[in-house]
T-cell receptor, first 113, second 118 residues
């Protein structure tokens, strides 16, 4: 069964629009970690954020913000005032009691000038 | 340039060829990983090494053979591959293999090797 679901396959926006990427996860562990990664066309996965299951505070980093809701098992990611350089594939991932990362299928974000 | 370097960036090989992918990190990390990223599929963990010992082999076919000669280098030896093995192969490293309760671990990924099997 898929542990991490990213329902949006592709999102296309015009520059300066906000874009929210959904991530829903499934786990029976009480201790777990959630991640977001960005994969630009160059291929490498760029770490954006790690959140543990005991910290439900929302986080903001520049134009990026994350909304962690344990009640709905969601960890959504918003890019505010999007820019062309934000165009990439974004992955949500879950790490449970072992060290393995379970990735979602990814959401391709295209920001048009 | 990330802290994890993968070579080659692109590789085209025939089904009867033997080739190797190389991954190198000088971050002082003790754990290294191989992931496979196929089109329209989530990333799949293939192998995990900790202090040069393999600790995970995720039901990967024997035509993929990993090697970790030291904590800075990781290889993936390929032989008699199939066209469906065409994918982006990503290497990653972390300080150590995280255990429950670790709150300060992360993975550094390389740029990957784009493999095409013809």
């Amino acid at each position: 069964a898929q542990k991490v679901t990213q329902a949006q396959t592709e999102i296309s926006v015009v520059e300066k629009e906000d874009v929210t990427l959904d991530c829903v996860y499934e786990t029976r562990d009480t201790t777990y970690y959630l991640f977001w990664y960005k994969q630009p066309p160059s291929g490498e996965l760029v770490f954006l954020i790690r959140r543990n299951s005991f910290d439900e505070q929302n986080e903001i980093s520049g134009r990026y913000s994350w909304n962690f809701q344990k009640s709905t098992s969601s960890f959504n990611f918003t890019i505010t005032a999007s820019q062309v350089v934000d165009s990439a594939v974004y992955f949500c991932a879950l790490s449970e009691r072992d060290y393995k990362l379970s990735f979602g299928a990814g959401t391709t974000v295209t920001v048009r000038a | 340039e990330t802290g994890v370097t993968q070579t080659p960036r692109h590789l085209v090989m025939g089904m009867t060829n033997k080739k190797s992918l190389k991954c190198e990190q000088h971050l002082g990390h003790n754990a290294m990983y191989w992931y496979k990223q196929s089109a329209k599929k989530p990333l799949e963990l293939m192998f995990v090494y900790s202090l040069e010992e393999r600790v995970e082999n995720n039901s990967v076919p024997s035509r993929f053979s990993p090697e970790c000669p030291n904590s800075s280098h990781l290889f993936l030896h390929l032989h008699t591959l199939q066209p469906e093995d065409s994918a982006l192969y990503l290497c990653a490293s972390s300080q150590d293999i995280p255990r429950t309760g670790d709150i300060n671990y992360g993975y550094t990924f390389g740029s990957g090797t784009r493999l095409t099997v013809v």
